[in-house]
């Protein structure tokens, strides 16, 4: 059902589903506020879903339900199809990291009797928006002698926050005619962690008592911040937006949104499939899908690689028919038109709350530039998976052209050969501290990622 909205064709027993989906994402979302902890949800929900873990599995069959981890980053789930492997697969590709404040290797300073973690941010943000906003603290120490120490400040209701002071209105003239982009600058960026001094200390001893409380906590000196992963991120749990309720504020919807949806459409799925469903979730598109544990990472091949071999097949070419046979889904947010900002948006070849899943043919920057620009051919298989199964979905572009851009991990399969396009659900206020969807978006997102494993 092209740009209808789901609220209005919605029956009452789809609106108590759509409510009940919601509940259970926002569970998810309010743990799984990084990467890596998002990547342990991801596990638990699998296993209670009865997969089983690649490392422990020695040959496949239809209906096995297996799941591999990289590098506590990425996951990825497989139900194994009637078909093999090497004829394709249904993917459904996502990410699991969001913009944020990185904590810089050495980042414990003392100035004017506060102590500081100094950060870098990461991502696309706007630097000002995280002036007085609530942190929280999450990521991993590893020691020396290999053991590590899990690090979570600021969740619980017990805890404490942290943040980035802001200068007062009173003596802002000249802070406040600077350009938004300069009103904070990154370096100005450095996080309040305590204001109490030690005692018998003479230099910086505000300092030295956060160094003593990280020692209590963590056994952690102040070196093992060399070989730490720490990031800041806006504490609290995700809320119900609107006097209605029709919607959820959180951190990190772009892209957990889409990450949730798509795994729970792998593991709720109960039939043997005829190509096999798969869901992966990726790190680091927010700065480019490199290294180890972004999308262009070999370790997705690799595990197609794998499952492949335990079908007996190990021929490199059988990967390469794998990924040129399969169909993908980039499962990527998009932008919603805000009526205050509708000036930056076409409306015709815009996103809107409560219409359902957005479908982005290409996104890009001014000439398509880094887009994946999906097929026609298999836009029109898409349209009638959608149709058939009376999903509720729209088409979009990220704002007006030359207005601005941005990309997803789309082109990057796309490189395989194998037929991709962006879909995802629209977000408000995207990139920063507190993200808005309509429920009636996520539930139909799910729905449609359903419908797409089974085609």
Known sequence: MYAKNVWTDASSEKKESIFSFNEDYKAFLSIAKTERTATKEAIKLAE???????????????????????KDKNFLAVIIGKKSIE???????????????????????EKGGLAYFETHYYGGIKKYLYVTTPLAIHGVVYKKDGSHVDVAIGED??????????????????LMSKPANKVVEGENLDINVGSIPEKDVEADPVKATILKLLKEKYDMEEEDFLSAELTAVPAGPARDYGLDRSMVAAYGHDDKVCAYTSLRAVLDEKEVPEYASVVVLVDKEEVGSIGA??????????????????EGKESNLCVRHAMTNTKMLSSDV????????????????????GKGLVFNKYTGARGKSGCND?????????????????????????????????????????????????AGVPVLSMHSPLELVSKADVYEAYLAYKAFLLA
């Open 293 to 310: 544990t972004g999308a262009q990472s070999a370790w997705f091949e690799n595990t197609v690689a794998e499952l492949l071999a335990l």
């Open 157 to 174: 209701p017990t805890d404490p926050v942290v943040g980035v002071t802001d200068l007062l209105i009173h003596l802002s003239g000249d």
């Open 48 to 70: 209670a879903a009865g997969f089983k873990n690649l490392e422990d599995v020695k040959s496949v069959k239809p209906g096995d339900r297996i799941y591999a981890v990289n």
């Open 87 to 109: 004829e394709g697969m249904r993917v459904l590709g996502a990410h699991i990291d969001s913009p944020r404040l990185d904590i810089k290797q050495n980042p414990l300073t």
């Open 334 to 353: 998009s932008a919603a038109v805000d009526p205050i900002y509708a000036s930056v948006c076409e409306p015709n070849n815009s996103c809107y709350f």
């Open 374 to 422: 999906a097929m026609p051919e298999y836009f029109a298989f898409i349209r009638k998976v959608m149709d058939e199964n009376e999903i509720h979905y729209q088409t979009a572009e990220l704002g007006k052209v030359d207005a601005g851009g941005g990309g997803t991990i789309a082109y990057i399969l796309g490189n395989y050969n194998m037929y991709v396009v962006d």
